[in-house]
């Protein structure tokens, strides 16, 4: 009456399951590969995007910043501040533009750079370039 359970059947299930999983992994491996260029809209990565990124590596914004979560902890969140600051670009150079060279007394606050119009420029389009990335509404506030 009582089934035995046999070292065949574990073999079974421990084949068929292996097989089950590594197809899911590799369906959801290409799924992701597909979905990923639509959701970082590649496609509009311009010259001034790529220059903006560059002035952002080397004057390691990221020391203090964090982009969508990367970086340090110290400031504000940076890949939602395009839409922080109304989908202004002026608002951005302008909080750039005038951060005061000793910082201010007392608070932690963001150094002065003294970037070119053309770096600012550059800067304020990738972080709206960052901003438009579909990150799946992540962060979910606009505090960052
Ligand atoms: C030494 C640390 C430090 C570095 C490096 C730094 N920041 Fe900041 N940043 C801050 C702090 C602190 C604030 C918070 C506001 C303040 O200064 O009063 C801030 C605020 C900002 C804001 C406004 C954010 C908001 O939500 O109000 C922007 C935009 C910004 N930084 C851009 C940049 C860019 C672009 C770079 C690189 C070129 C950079 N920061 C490098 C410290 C830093």
Same mark, same amino acid.
């Given at each position: 009456?009582?089934?035995?359970?046999?070292?065949?059947?574990?073999?079974?299930?421990?084949?068929?399951?292996?097989?089950?999983?590594?197809?899911?992994?590799?369906?959801?491996?290409?799924?992701?590969?597909?979905?990923?260029?639509?959701?970082?809209?590649?496609?509009?990565?311009?010259?001034?995007?790529?220059?903006?990124?560059?002035?952002?590596? =080397?004057?390691?914004?990221?020391?203090?910043?964090?982009?969508?979560?990367?970086?340090?902890?110290?400031?504000?969140?940076?890949?939602?501040?395009?839409?922080?600051?109304?989908?202004?670009?002026?608002?951005?150079?302008?909080?750039?533009?005038?951060?005061?060279?000793?910082?201010?007394?007392?608070?932690?606050?963001?150094?002065?750079?003294?970037?070119?119009?053309?770096?600012?420029?550059?800067?304020?389009?990738?972080?709206?370039?960052?901003?438009? =990335?579909?990150?799946?509404?992540?962060?979910?506030?606009?505090?960052?």
């Amino acid at each position: 009456m009582g089934k035995i359970f046999t070292k065949s059947m574990a073999r079974n299930i421990f084949h068929g399951s292996s097989a089950f999983f590594i197809l899911l992994f590799l369906v959801l491996t290409f799924d992701t590969s597909i979905a990923l260029p639509e959701r970082d809209h590649r496609e509009n990565i311009t010259e001034q995007v790529a220059k903006g990124k560059t002035v952002w590596e =080397i004057n390691n914004c990221i020391g203090c910043h964090t982009l969508l979560g990367e970086g340090a902890y110290y400031a504000p969140e940076l890949g939602n501040v395009y839409k922080r600051f109304g989908n202004n670009k002026e608002a951005i150079k302008g909080f750039i533009k005038s951060r005061s060279k000793n910082g201010m007394p007392g608070r932690r606050s963001m150094p002065q750079f003294n970037f070119t119009e053309e770096e600012l420029d550059a800067l304020a389009e990738f972080l709206k370039w960052t901003s438009e =990335i579909n990150t799946a509404n992540w962060p979910p506030n606009i505090q960052g």
